[in-house]
């Protein structure tokens, strides 16, 4: 199983936004530059955290996005499903039928590999819904200085709009 880029890049915009004074915003640009990633893909990934109310989308010229709901109501399943999708991570192709006679007859039982691999995906959510992401951010403090992140944010949001 892979998870893609944009489940790390979801995590570092939420804890960016978390960062904001009250009413300010960042702009699409402004995130993709500081976490030096494609402009074009982190507007998807932002498109996806807006859609699942994750993340505020105010339009105009001194529009950007902000975080909708503090950091310790969001945890990494809602952030996983927001870029990854809500459906299931296994979907069988039934070779099942196929291993066992050779050909599709239309009596099998069960595909036991689909149970195995429900079972794995209970145990995936039922971990990442147990981290939140004020957990994350507080593991980020312990171990950074984060105060550059928020003297960049404080340039950044009182700079003039052209």
Known sequence: MKISS?????????????????????SSIAISQRLDVSHSY????VKSLVHEGLVNSTPGKNGGFSLSRPLDKINLYQVFTAVEGKGSIFNSQY???????????????????SQVMDTVEQKLRTSLQSVLLSQILKNIENIYDIGQ???????VITKPVD
């Open 6 to 26: 944009g489940l790390e890049q979801s995590i570092y915009v939420l804890l960016l936004l978390s960062r904001l004074p009250k009413g300010k915003t960042l």
């Open 42 to 45: 982190l507007k998807k990934i």
């Open 95 to 113: 070779l099942i039928k196929d291993f066992i006679e050779g050909s599709d007859n239309g009596n099998e039982k069960e595909c036991v590999i």
């Open 149 to 155: 992140l928020d003297k960049w944010i404080n340039e």
